[in-house]
């Protein structure tokens, strides 16, 4: 693709060569032909504006193997005039996000695997949801079931008691197809009713665009039966790069006033409590590590932050959460329309995954921003509805902005 880019480069400068001196020529034989000469100027600029907005929109695929039973997976690389993002149509998984830092040097700076394998293998594949997209339910339902339209749902046990994103299979580890759109992909997936235990044939669409510093993902479903739905990206950034020490000195500034404390199995309480005078309040920027080790009940039942965030926005997109890595400089910005941010600053990581390049990923080698409903809200009516009915549109957007400072 670059290379015919560069050779139609070549020969519309070339091409500009030789109108530059027919422009030369019909200014000293005949002033009445200038206008021919600024129409062929004009035409060549048009032509050089549509090349570098093909290379600034560049979408390619490659294969990327085959799951264990023979499913094709590819791997679509984006990229804009700063950023190259690598998605997988196994799982929606984000498996390679390459930012430059306050020096122009660009590190990976999501956690991930070099090969499908390392995905799709052993016994439990990918048990970190490393760079995913999360569903039917993001995050934890107490208990694995909750109650819709007098009916209750049971779902699959894979965390203590509860349900832990989706299930054990769920659209993490699905084959989503996919299809290039300007500046990036789409992918779509069709859960039948009863997957995982959840009522509805859902038609999730998700769509990575990728325009200059901003990743955007556009999350969207439809129904034809109530049910509930929650998507999310469970990427881990790691802004230093990816396998580079632990994230304790990222300074993280979230815009929320409250919080939903959790029980013992991490499930909302449904109380929302102020983080003011306690260790999650991060409305101004503050280390993760500065409290992450207090004697504090709630950071010991999530062995550190692994809490939802009740964000400020109103339910309008705006800014949600910011994060700067000191030595690099790279400063990642969450805007989104979501209610909720889970805050996870990788608490059971503990140095037994080797990933990319060779890479282990240590305790709190990353943190998560998954932008979401809250937990369990389909067993909580005051929280915001996460329920879904024939007719109506899910739809939520989330943008991840990389700059330097």
């Not at 264990?68 to 690389?77: E, F, R």
């Not at 500046?183 to 859960?191: A, F, K, P, R």
């Not at 993280?252 to 939903?260: D, E, G, P, Q, R």
């Amino acid at each position: 693709m670059r290379t015919r880019q560069r050779k139609r480069l070549q020969t519309i400068f070339d091409w500009s060569i030789i109108q530059r001196n027919d422009f030369l020529r019909l200014v000293g034989w005949n002033q009445n032909l200038m206008e021919v000469a600024r129409m062929r100027v004009f035409a060549l600029v048009l032509a050089l504006i549509t090349i570098v907005a093909e290379m600034e929109g560049q979408v390619t695929k490659q294969p990327f193997g085959k799951t264990p039973d023979g499913t094709a997976v590819d791997i679509y690389t984006l990229k804009s005039s700063a950023i190259e993002a690598h998605i997988m149509t196994y799982g929606g998984i984000i498996q390679s996000l390459k930012v430059p830092d306050k020096n122009g040097k660009v590190d990976d700076v999501v956690l991930g695997f070099d090969t499908l394998d390392g995905y799709t293998g052993g016994a439990k594949p990918n048990p970190a949801y490393f760079g995913a997209l999360i569903g039917r339910y993001a995050n934890r339902i107490g208990g694995a079931k909750f109650t819709l339209d007098g009916q209750t749902y049971h779902t699959p046990v894979n965390d203590g008691p509860n349900t832990l994103h989706g299930g054990i299979q769920g659209f993490d580890k699905k084959v989503w197809k996919a299809k290039v759109i300007p500046h990036g992909i789409e992918l779509t997936l069709v859960s039948p009713d009863g997957d995982q235990g959840f009522p509805g044939k859902l038609t999730a669409v998700v769509r990575y665009t990728l325009v200059g510093k901003e990743l955007k993902i556009d999350y969207s479903a439809a129904t034809d039966k109530d049910t509930v739905v929650n998507l999310t990206n469970h990427s881990y950034f790691n802004l230093a790069g990816q396998g580079n020490g632990d994230i304790l000195q990222n300074l993280v500034k979230i815009n929320a006033s409250h919080y939903t404390p959790v029980d013992d199995n991490l499930i909302p309480t449904g109380e929302l409590a102020k983080v003011e005078g306690t260790p999650f309040d991060f409305r101004k920027a503050t280390a993760v590590g500065a409290r992450i080790n207090d004697n504090n009940d709630q950071l010991k039942k999530g062995h550190g932050y692994d809490h939802n965030w009740v964000l400020d926005n109103g339910g309008k997109f705006a800014e949600a959460a910011e994060v700067y890595e000191p030595t690099s400089g790279r400063v990642l910005t969450v805007s989104t329309d979501q209610p909720g941010v889970q805050f996870y600053t990788g608490n059971f990581l503990d140095g037994t995954l080797t990933g990319k390049g060779g890479k282990v990923y240590p305790h709190r080698g990353a943190l998560c921003l998954e932008t979401q409903h809250f937990p369990d809200s389909p067993n909580h009516p005051k929280f915001p509805s996460a329920e879904l009915k024939p007719g109506q549109k899910y739809h939520e957007v989330t943008i991840f902005r990389f700059s330097t400072r």
